[in-house]
């Protein structure tokens, strides 16, 4: 397959089929990035080219034999996907013995096992340090290859046992035209998502396919123009409610950001960028109420909050500072 099938990051999927070529692939790898923005596809494209059954190395993975499809689909043997059982929550102490467990049987199919584990910043301590354990000695034959959003919001013991491959995000041009050539959108409809996405070729998929993704950015945008009547006390209550979906919470925060920056363009007369097009009068009424110097802190703090909020903090109290400066 071209490119493994992924979007962008040319450089880095050479990096690693030459690794695996050489068998000189490391047997810790961490990849991060922001939700969606194609740490799973990348893993699942380097499992694939580790377990396919092509004779010639350079031409794995191939995608078309059965352990390629199989480990598409997360059903190979050899393969362990270890994902949170609770969205918000990391993953458990358990899983992580039952995939120390598996990973200590001898493959069944292929010359390697392959973990691939999620989300590993939610991990608690105990389950951190019982992954710590197995990066130290990992069996010769096995992989583990490590999903974060931020490096540094892990135990540097973990981040200095793997290769670290940080996954930025994709220019609009990128995924625009992959939208183009690979699903057929029309132009305008491509360039839309793709500065909706925020560079996460993830994001712009699923809102082609799912129209709940937009509807969630669309009632984003009611809360944050709603939040502009509440008081105090009724934002304190809002914040409560949604420190409790915490899951939620980092989309949100990108939605609310992209709706400043639209008020931003509207403030400076640049229009052509608007993300919520539906929602036009609503912003271009508040960009007329409140001055640039205001936008700007409102971009500024909620940019604070989403780092914040990468970092562990508190969550309800992220959110009631963040609704101290929010505009009335």
């Not at 493994?4 to 050489?22: F, M, P, R, S």
């Not at 190395?57 to 043997?77: D, E, I, L, N, W």
């Not at 802190?297 to 914040?308: F, G």
Request: with cysteine; proline share 5%; glycine share 4%.
């Amino acid at each position: 397959m071209e490119n493994w099938g992924i979007v962008g990051y040319n450089w880095l999927v050479q990096q690693l089929q030459n690794a695996v070529v050489e068998g000189v692939l490391s047997q810790s790898l961490l990849i991060t990035g922001p939700e969606s923005v194609g740490k799973h596809t990348l893993a699942l494209a380097l499992a694939q080219a580790l377990l396919c059954e092509a004779v010639i190395p350079s031409q794995r993975p191939c995608g078309k034999c059965s352990a390629c499809r199989r480990t598409a689909s997360g059903v190979h043997p050899d393969l362990r996907l270890v994902e949170p059982e609770t969205p918000g929550r990391g993953v458990k102490i358990e899983q992580v013995r039952e995939m120390e467990r598996f990973l200590s049987l001898t493959p069944n199919e292929s010359a390697h096992k392959i973990a691939v584990i999620a989300d590993v910043e939610l991990m608690n301590s105990n389950a951190g340090n019982a992954l710590l354990k197995t990066l130290e000695e990992p069996p010769a034959y096995a992989y583990l290859i490590l999903l974060a959003t931020d490096a540094d919001t892990l135990l540097p013991t973990i981040v200095s046992r793997s290769q670290h491959f940080p996954l930025r995000p994709l220019d609009d041009a990128t995924i625009a035209h992959a939208l183009m050539e690979r699903w057929g959108v029309e132009e305008a409809q491509a360039w839309r998502l793709a500065r909706l996405s925020g560079g996460r070729m993830g994001w712009a998929v699923r809102a082609l396919t799912d129209p709940t993704h937009l509807q969630a950015m669309e009632a984003a945008l009611e809360k944050l123009l709603a939040l502009l009547q509440m008081d105090l006390p009724a934002r304190f209550e809002l914040a409560q409610t949604l420190a409790q979906n915490s899951a939620d919470l980092p989309q949100l925060l990108e939605y609310w950001r992209l709706g400043w920056r639209d008020v931003l363009l509207l403030q400076q007369a640049n229009p052509q960028e608007l993300m919520f097009l539906e929602q036009r009068a609503a912003l271009e009424a508040l960009a007329a109420r409140l001055d640039v110097a205001s936008t700007m802190r409102m971009l500024r703090t909620l940019t604070a909050t989403q780092a914040d909020l990468l970092r562990n903090a508190n969550t309800r109290l992220l959110l009631e500072t963040l609704f101290l400066d929010w505009p009335e």
